[in-house]
């Protein structure tokens, strides 16, 4: 009977334990910040422009390589950096080379008016800036909050578009 191959015991004061341990512990925490950072991105709802279907205070993670290979999607919901530095949440309506315009209290998309079982609240006029209606560039999306009274809308470029919501941690009420 051959003989049984010796195993060598590693201790906690084995240095090469140390070390493997010390570097499996530093590749998990890359690998978990990269992810955080350049895949799923976690952002938190400050406001009350996504009512009623996102409150103030809850978390959402974004897919930020989910406009990699396809394009932004009518009523996905997106996370966009503002002209201030913000990030916001916001819906998609309007897509590259639609027309958009306001028509009693709702949204119309090339004359017609877009049904939205999402939104509770109509649009209130109020005085209109030039961005907000109109025909889009063969880059931009249209934008706008859940909660029309509040919400601030208009064009933004693609380039703006961080990604889409893709789950939520739901705050409870």
């Known amino acids: ?5 010796i195993l060598t ?10 070390m493997r341990v010390l570097f499996s512990a530093f590749l998990l925490a890359f690998t978990c910040y990269g992810f955080f950072t350049w895949v799923l991105w976690p952002v ?17 993670f974004v897919n930020k390589l989910a406009y990699r290979s396809a394009k932004p999607q009518r009523g996905d919901v997106v996370a966009l950096y503002a002209p201030n530095g913000d990030v916001y949440l916001k819906r998609v309506l309007g897509l590259p080379g639609e027309t958009v315009s306001f028509t009693n209290g709702g949204l119309a998309i090339d004359g017609r008016e877009l049904k939205e079982p999402y939104v509770d609240t109509k649009i209130i006029p109020r005085e209109e800036r030039e961005d907000e209606e109109g025909k889009l560039g063969p880059a931009d999306y249209y934008v706008i ?8 809308r208009g064009k933004v470029p693609k380039q703006d578009i961080i990604g889409k919501v893709v789950f ?4 409870e009420r």
């Open 145 to 152: 909050g859940d909660n029309r009274a509040t919400s601030v």
């Open 1 to 5: 009977m051959p003989d049984a191959p």
């Open 168 to 171: 939520s941690k739901r705050v």
């Open 44 to 60: 938190q709802v400050l406001g009350d422009s996504m009512l009623p279907n996102y409150h103030s205070g809850e978390r959402h």
């Open 9 to 18: 015991k590693l201790t906690w004061t084995s240095p090469k334990l140390r």
